[in-house]
């Protein structure tokens, strides 16, 4: 479970990198490489200036980027720190293990209350 929201954290970062240097690419007519770079910085908010003068519509693309970007980083890393220091990460590989183990059991059966009665079924 823990591990399905991980990973839809890091889609939602994905799709906000990818929204950012599509944005600035198309509305800002900046490079492919320009435009991923000033995602990164926003993104990461390590503040350099920006890579050129940006329009309403630039400032609204970083706007959406920085609330977007810094919320779904700071989740997307308390998580990943929740799964290692938590021991979560053990557990979930431990439980899809034993997920894979029984599903590649066959004629098989599970037998609860095994006691006077239950020996004598068996």
């Known amino acids: 479970m823990e591990f399905q929201k ?3 954290a890091f ?5 906000t990198i ?16 320009d435009a991923f770079y000033m995602t990164m910085i926003t993104i990461s908010t390590v503040g350099f200036h ?3 003068p940006l329009t309403n ?4 693309i970083t706007i959406t980027i920085i609330l977007s ?11 990943l720190l929740r ?11 431990w439980r899809k293990k034993l997920e894979r183990t029984i599903q590649s059991l066959s004629n098989h ?14």
């Open 11 to 15: 889609v939602l970062l994905l799709c």
């Open 50 to 52: 920006e890579v050129k």
């Open 69 to 79: 970007g810094v919320s779904i980083s700071a989740y997307s890393i308390g998580k």
């Open 18 to 33: 990818g929204f950012g240097t599509t944005g600035y690419y198309i509305f800002e007519n900046m490079k492919p490489f």
């Open 57 to 60: 519509i630039g400032r609204i």
């Open 109 to 122: 059966f599970i037998i609860c209350g095994f006691g006077r009665i239950g020996k004598l079924i068996c």
């Open 83 to 93: 799964l290692l220091i938590e021991g979560e990460l053990r557990k979930e590989f």
């Open 6 to 8: 991980l990973r839809v």
